[in-house]
């Protein structure tokens, strides 16, 4: 019922705008329809905001269901004004670890869990596994709280989307770091303790802080997390009404650069911008030294060449540039389902393969993410040597 007067007639209802607008953001794509994965309902997914609703918002009309997107959070350059303009001089924060994985909006229809990428696409890997190791927690959760969404982050080696492991998730991980209802409000600190009693794990907290006391310790803090390789924080209103800030460390902007570099022609441009801003914006307030700064320098440059000389080195070898997650399935049904939800949505760039399948049926398979301008460029540059 893509465009049909009914279709649009349930959409306008759903999402309070008029029709004539549901009409026109179907056509000009700002809503799309989905049936991809889950045979039992189709949805829509808003790729841009659209009348009050934010992007990735999804719409079950079968259900009369509509998830709410998830705002995004702005980031601190600088942490003290950003702390006492935001939260005010007399304001109190919650300050929590920012997990790198993927955001998940996990939900419940007819029964059953289901788990949401930013975009508004229901994946059916995400969904699986969590089924799978939460499905039960999940459940009673929704029992006692059906107008909730749970928003998490997906994260671990076996993470499609940012492969990285945490020693509390090896393989893969969900922790909760908001509800929010269905009509938008999110839970406070102290409500969303609650996930606690049904066996879900949240986001590490460091404390709740004045913001003269965060001001001190948010830089410590972060120089741990840092030395131990991890993202950063994020620092919140433990009302939860004011929007929160995320912040990160020096060794996520490393990595993320290193990792970039190896895809320097697809991801360059956009990392080296932010990731260098935020080094400089962190050297300042920090005051640091001529040798703080040398190493901060060498560890930002050796990223960047170093990631661009392995790419070479690697397409000189003639590999392509691809990167390899190892997934796991529970079957080759839910395998296939994936594998059509890749093939789908990259057009063929990633593709995954079965490697080995278990005695109990479980599959093992490995992503493979092609970023195709690095390879072509590389190679013609190996080749002719002239960009
Ligand atoms: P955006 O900035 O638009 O949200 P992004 O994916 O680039 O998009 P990130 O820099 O990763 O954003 O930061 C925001 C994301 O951090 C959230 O969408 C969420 O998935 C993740 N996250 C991890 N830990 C937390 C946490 N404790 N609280 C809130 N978000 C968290
Ligand atoms: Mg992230």
């Not at 209802?13 to 794509?29: H, N, T, Y």
């Not at 991980?173 to 409500?191: I, M, T």
């Not at 990631?307 to 390899?324: F, P, T």
Request: aromatic fraction near 10%; hydrophobic fraction near 35%; include cysteine.
């Amino acid at each position: 019922m893509s465009g049909s007067e009914e279709g649009v007639n349930y959409l306008s209802e759903l999402l309070g705008a008029e029709e004539w607008k549901v009409r026109e953001a179907l056509k000009r794509g700002t809503i799309r329809r989905v049936r991809l994965s889950f045979p039992d309902f189709e949805y829509y997914r808003l790729v841009r905001d659209f009348s009050g609703h934010e992007r990735g918002t999804i719409v079950v009309p079968e259900h009369d269901l509509v998830v709410r997107g998830f705002p995004k959070i702005e980031r601190a350059l600088l942490l003290e004004p950003a702390l006492r303009h935001r939260f005010g001089e007399e304001g109190r924060v919650i300050v929590e670890e920012k997990m790198n994985g993927h955001n998940v909006r996990v939900f419940e229809v007819e029964g059953e869990i289901y788990a949401a990428t930013r975009g508004g696409l229901i994946c059916p890997y995400t969904t699986h596994r969590v089924r799978e190791r939460y499905g039960e927690a999940l459940r009673a959760f929704f029992e006692d709280h059906p107008d909730a969404v749970v928003c998490a982050e997906f994260v671990g080696r076996e993470n499609p989307y940012v492969s990285k492991e945490y020693p509390e998730a090896p393989d893969v991980g969900l922790f909760v770091f908001d509800v929010r209802d269905l009509d938008g409000r999110f839970w406070s600190f102290r409500e969303r303790e609650a996930v606690d009693e049904y066996g879900l794990s949240r986001v590490r907290c460091f404390g709740e802080f004045s913001v003269d006391e965060a001001v001190e310790e948010i830089p410590r803090i972060i120089r741990r997390l840092d030395r131990e390789g991890r993202e950063g924080v994020v620092i919140k209103d433990p009302e939860r009404r004011l929007g929160p800030l995320k912040y990160t460390t020096h060794a996520a902007h490393v990595e993320e650069l290193e990792w970039a570099f190896t895809f320097a022609f697809d991801l360059g441009r956009d990392f080296v911008l932010t990731r260098t801003i935020r080094e400089g914006f962190q050297s300042f307030e920090w005051e640091e030294d001529e040798e703080e700064l040398r190493r901060r320098a060498e560890d930002v440059g050796r990223a960047i060449v170093e990631g661009l000389r392995r790419a070479l080195e690697r397409a000189r070898r003639g590999e392509g540039a691809v990167e390899e997650v190892p997934l796991t399935f529970a079957s080759m049904r839910w395998y296939r389902r994936y594998e059509e939800f890749v093939k789908r949505l990259t057009g063929g760039t990633h593709s995954v393969e079965v490697v080995d399948r278990d005695e109990d049926g479980r599959v093992r398979a490995v992503l493979r993410k092609r970023y195709v301008r690095t390879e072509d460029k590389l190679r013609q540059l190996l080749r002719e040597g002239v960009l």
